[in-house]
């Protein structure tokens, strides 16, 4: 058994998970060059909800960022999240957006493109992995990991085979919810060794409170990689922390070549930061908190808190097992979606207006009959005729790629944004959010030409966090 390599989430799916992806550019380049001679397999650094988060929260251009991060990290890889043919964003994008995106990344320092779908729907996942491959990036190929009727080893084994065969570098068992269960792990790893002939890596998170056991048997299955966050921004809804796993691992034949003393550097460093975002209250310790309930219910944290806030709004905090209780309903009528955003928030927001209205699907949004039409792909379990009658009338469905309707964006989005444009890769910012960018861009351009960026700032509305 080859050593076990460690993919360190601290300076993207940690924090997000966190405080709401609030860490800023300046917090984190310090500690890069350190953490650039530890032996991590990847840094994830870029992605998810960063790139939105760093233009609405933080005035900072997403791509300055990767640039900044890139100059200080020369031989650990980079690695970003990708949400397939939403790529960062809430919708689907047309192709020629999805391509420039890859290639703007991977110029801009992205070595490692981690590729998912909400609905594991693959074709969905095509034309970011002929770009990927084409820029000659690694593709990440991953799957939503959740439970159901559908999910057996073999759906994941048979998928992860297509995925490989569609040109994966690699498969992230992508757990976003922490409900792979150890023994289960074990089993997965197991079946996927078997079946592909490409690297397999886990990422999963802590809110079970099953992580650390859940990495260790897959460790002990044959797992090539696993996700982890340096301690002080790790537990709760973010990762297992890097130093227990690396102890765990040390002198054993999974040992990770990982030095704990070297790693100790970077535990401090991040040790203060944790306390400031605990004073101002980014990091709220109910993150921190084991929920169980996770398994029961498969709502991740931040879908929880969502429907907790909905409720509240609605004056009907009171109703909240009834929801999560409906939730599990909702999803078997949509074709069992593993809930991850999109899907997670479509399917929380129908539960929550099926349980205050008191009928059921008495009224749906645009966005629950846009999954139901196929809007978003296909289902993992086809959805019963009768039902999508009952929710789009005599629309008729979907059965294409969703993309194919798209026609090409980008030369559109170039001439709606020219006045604002300062590098090619804002085209792409304002592609995937057109207010937040534009808000960004005018705050960059008050700052550039020394007007009041203050007055600016209040002007948009934006507060540094």
């Known amino acids: 058994m080859a050593n076990v390599k460690i993919t360190e989430t601290v300076l993207r799916d940690s924090h997000q998970s966190l405080i709401a992806t609030r860490m800023t550019t300046e917090e984190m380049l310090p500690i890069l060059e350190t953490m650039d001679q530890i032996g991590y397999h990847s840094l994830e650094a870029w992605g998810g909800a960063t790139f939105d988060a760093c233009m609405r929260f933080l005035n900072e251009d997403p791509w300055e960022r990767l640039r900044k991060i890139r100059e200080r990290v020369k031989k650990t890889k980079l690695q970003m999240l990708f949400r397939g043919q939403n790529i960062l964003g809430y919708r689907h994008y047309s192709d020629d957006v ?131 966050a340096i301690s002080p921004m790790a537990m709760g809804t973010s990762q297992a922390p890097t130093e227990s796993i690396v102890a765990a691992l040390a002198g054993t034949e999974y040992d990770t070549g990982i030095d704990l003393a070297a790693l100790d550097q970077i535990t401090k460093y991040f040790t203060p930061l944790r306390e400031k975002y605990l004073k101002n209250g980014l990091l709220n310790p109910k993150a921190l908190k084991v929920d169980v309930n996770a398994l029961r219910y498969q709502v991740p944290g931040g879908m929880l808190s969502n429907l907790m806030s909905q409720l509240a709004q609605a004056g009907k905090s009171d109703k909240l097992t009834e929801v999560l209780e409906e939730v599990p309903r909702v999803r078997a009528d949509v074709g069992y979606p593993p809930l991850v955003t999109p899907s997670s928030q479509i399917v929380g927001t129908q539960a929550v207006f ?97 007007i009041d960026a203050e007055h600016a700032d209040a002007q948009n509305g934006i507060h540094a966090v």
């Open 98 to 228: 999805v391509e420039y995106f890859v290639q703007k990344s991977i110029a801009n320092g992205i070595d490692i493109i981690r590729i998912f779908d909400a609905l594991n729907d693959p074709r969905n996942l095509k034309t970011a992995i002929n770009a990927t491959k084409k820029e000659g990036g690694h593709v990440q190929a991953a799957f939503s990991y959740t439970t159901g009727p559908v999910y057996t080893l073999d759906y994941y084994s048979a998928y992860a085979k297509q995925l490989e065969e569609m040109g994966a570098d690699s498969i992230c068992i992508k757990d976003m919810a922490g409900l792979l269960k150890p023994y289960d792990a074990y089993d997965l790893v197991k079946a996927l060794k078997e079946t592909v002939r490409i690297p397999i890596q886990l990422h999963t998170h802590y809110t079970s409170g099953l992580a650390s056991m859940t990495l260790l048997k897959a460790v002990e299955a044959g797992v090539d990689v696993i996700d982890t």
């Open 354 to 450: 099926n349980v205050i209205m008191g009928e059921r699907y008495k009224t749906t949004t645009k966005e629950f009959r846009g999954i139901v039409k196929g809007e978003y792909g296909k289902t993992p379990v086809p959805i019963d005729p009768a039902f999508v009658k009952k929710i789009i009338g005599d629309e008729e469905p979907i059965s294409y790629r969703p993309a194919d309707a798209l026609k090409p964006e980008l030369e559109q989005l170039r001439a709606e944004i020219a006045p604002y444009l300062e590098q090619d890769e804002d085209v792409l910012s304002y592609a995937l959010f057109p207010e937040v960018s534009k808000k960004f861009f005018e705050y960059r351009k008050a700052k550039k030409y020394g």
